[in-house]
């Protein structure tokens, strides 16, 4: 299980739309998810998605425990998400702050749906679907995104609420990147 390079902002493929997996329980596809894993906890990721190893498919893995340095940080529970769809469940959309390891050290305030619904499929095709809110849509959403090409700094409407981590929050520390 090789820890896979995660590529940075300005790397073209990272702004592809990525195709739907179409085979499930198949060796490729467990061998490109262990690398996923392997590589966010390397990196303390809350989450990552495959084209940020180079890999255009519809594949996203996200997940953040319950840690007692980060006590306001919202539990998430660890999955593999493929192919996913997400439906907006509320009008109201929430300000935060978010991180991603393919823009390393920065942060920036992303608005986003606080109440979502999301469907796919994990490794071995069986179907997801939850509805979920606050930090867990958060995520699922900045993940996602990568599937169509979309990174964070992306969506940011106010570009003073973007920057370096160390400057913007030089007293507390923050959420992982993602
Ligand atoms: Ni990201």
Avoid at 38 to 64: C, D, H, K, W
Wanted: hydrophobic share 40%; with cysteine.
């Amino acid at each position: 299980m090789p820890l896979r390079q995660v590529l940075r902002m300005g790397v073209p493929s990272l702004l592809e739309v990525s195709s739907a997996v179409t085979e499930f329980d198949v060796d490729a596809l467990h061998q490109l998810i262990a690398d996923m894993f392997e590589t966010m906890a390397a990196y303390s990721g809350a989450g990552l998605a495959a084209p940020q190893i180079g890999v255009n498919q519809r594949v996203v893995i996200f997940g953040v425990e319950k840690n007692s340095r980060y006590p306001d940080v919202e539990e998430v529970p660890t999955t593999v998400l493929i192919n996913p769809e997400i439906e907006f469940l509320t009008d109201e959309a929430e300000l935060g702050w978010e991180g991603c390891l393919s823009v390393p050290g920065m942060r920036g305030a992303v608005e986003r749906c606080m109440h979502i619904r999301y469907s796919g499929y994990d490794e071995y095709g069986h179907k997801i679907d939850r509805q979920v809110k606050g930090f867990h849509a958060r995520v699922v959403q900045h993940e996602v995104d990568h599937l169509d090409g979309i990174l964070y700094p992306m969506r940011i409407d106010d570009m003073s609420l973007f920057g370096f981590e160390k400057e913007l929050f030089a007293e507390s520390e923050q959420d992982q990147e993602s």
